[in-house]
């Protein structure tokens, strides 16, 4: 009888764990950089509606950009795409590479508005 209710017990304990690690990882975003070959860093941790709140960021088309000979077209937004549909790993031409869009974007804002993380470790959370 003991034993029943010690494995009960543990099985709620684990059942409670998963339950509680897996609403963690819906809470958690990161910004998918498999298309690195060698990643120098970790993916940056990011949490879209939080920031965006904290932000105080309404319109989807202030980060979700797109361009038209080179001018950014303001009512349109391409946040149904990912980065990397646009830039690739290597700029060309007016295009930013992916990894200096990331930071251009990103960072350039921080920096823009005196908000937010610049640094490499802030973002790269290990």
Not at 67 to 74: I, N, P, S
């Amino acid at each position: 009888m003991h034993k029943t209710k010690l494995s009960l017990l543990a099985i709620l304990l684990f059942s409670g764990i998963a339950a509680l690690a897996g609403y963690s990882q819906e809470e958690m975003t990161i910004v998918d950089n498999r298309v690195f070959d060698n990643p120098m860093r970790t993916p940056s941790l990011f949490r879209h509606d939080e920031h965006n709140e904290a932000a105080q960021i309404e319109e989807c088309n202030e980060c979700h950009h797109i361009y038209e000979d080179g001018e950014k077209v303001a009512d349109e937004s391409s946040e149904d795409s990912r980065c990397a549909d646009c830039h690739e790993k290597k700029g060309s031409g007016n295009l930013l590479g992916l990894r200096k869009a990331y930071h251009t974007n990103c960072k350039g804002c921080h920096l823009e508005k005196k908000e937010g993380p610049v640094m490499c470790g802030e973002c790269h959370i290990k």
